[in-house]
């Protein structure tokens, strides 16, 4: 409301109280006018009418909101549910003009202001967590894998005779994928064993480049964040090495923006040698629903040129739920969170470790890897094979989702590849173990409530062996799902006392996801 409406209202009611309420309303608007004139994250959150006041004032700028519109083009964002367009705020339009996701849409003013202030916020916090000099960044409304695909598509421009991503071996199918879809052939590097570490083999990278030649590599694809006895690559020395060569180097930073030491390897990696692009998950680092991933790199031309590579338009909806969340936390709030899941690292690792000591086994040493945690289960293994991926289902019946039993020898075919020892990063890991991680929200009781419930499992599986309960084979989805189910679900309160043993064989198997990153 501007100031001569407010002398309007003053007429109506008391003027004291309109000096009152205007003085309140433009303590928001002061808000708003620093997020604009800045494009950082507020150090303070917002709250939700702050954020609604502003989000009210983009969507009015949209044509499809304009009072006096008339329109007759095939995409005038019209929705026939007033619930769909209240989900969404009224940014019907989505984000971009075909042919570059950046680009301004004219039809909708609000939500390009949207995407170009959520992609300045969103450069803000990657520096906040880290990552001080990256250049530029954009939200894209796709998952990790294909983003990942998104930058290999962009560098196939500039190397024409390439056909080879050279790829430290990671357990996760979705990344595999991405370089298939994007139709290169992956050149798997096994990973060597330090201590109980899965490790990148920088010599055998050397030895590949050689035998390659450089032109005919895309790029080095390698990863941050990952499920341990794996640790993050040795990012620097790849870095080097691609620099060296003059080979692209993408990033797979899924989970790691929550983690300041997967951003510390990529900043270092960046100031001695090459990074290109590195690709992060939204859902995985902001608590937002899953469909969105943020490239970002070092160098503005690069990062335009794969924005530009995006056909059409795109939804505007991860956008909007990073840009809300990140307004509703403030940097402040994002650090806390950050703080916090350290803490919890610390203290998962710490019960981990007594559990495993009153059970014959042991937490694995895995230093390196500052999320994710092991558990060995060869005591388990000895008392019965079938215990191992028993203890899958049995935790997962238990409402323990994420944590992933890793049993031996598990062998896949993914898009005609084949992995052996599929789930452990490595084609003969000496031990089967168990995987929890300390991610973003993490809490103190779902450490408290996953230690009890494993420990009670493998207290029940060591006493009775369990011998009906169907040994699951190895998931669909093969490393996300350590497991498939063969009955429908009937999660058992947390203190039941002993596990059942049940006949399964007349339900149909389904296959589910047990640890959904
Ligand atoms: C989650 C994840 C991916 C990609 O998963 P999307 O479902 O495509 O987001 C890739 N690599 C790793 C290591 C991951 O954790
Ligand atoms: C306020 O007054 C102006 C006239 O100056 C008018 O154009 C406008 O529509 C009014 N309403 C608001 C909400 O500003």
New binding site residues.
Partial sequence: MNSENVSICEKIVSSSYIRQGSQARRSHEQLIRVLLEQGKCPEEGWSESTIELFLNELAVMDSNNFLGNCGVGEREGRVASSLVARRHYRLIHGIGRSGDIAAVQPKAAGSSLLNKLTNSVVLDIIKVAGVRSVASCFVVPM????SLTLCFLALRHKRPRARYIIWPR?D?K??FKAMITAGFEPVVVENVLEGDELRTDLEAVRRKIEELGADNILCVHS?T??FAPRVPDRLEELAEMCAKHDIPHIV?N??GVQSSKCMHLIEQGARVGRIDAFVQ?LD?NFMVPVGG?IIAGFDQSFIQEISRMYPGRASATPSLDVLITLLTLGAGGYRKLLRERKEMYGHLAQELRKLAETHGERLLETQHNPISLAMSLDSLQRHSDRAVTQLGSMLFTRQVSGARVVPLGNEQVVSGFTFRGFMSHSEAYPRPYLNAASAIGITRDDVALCVKRLDKCLKSLRKEGCSEETAPPAGEDGCESSFSFPRPLLPSPDDSTSVKCRNTSAFPETSFTAAD?
């Fill in positions: 998952a990790t894998g294909m990671i996760q979705s990344c990863t964040s990952c797979n899924a989970y998950s995985k991933a990153f």
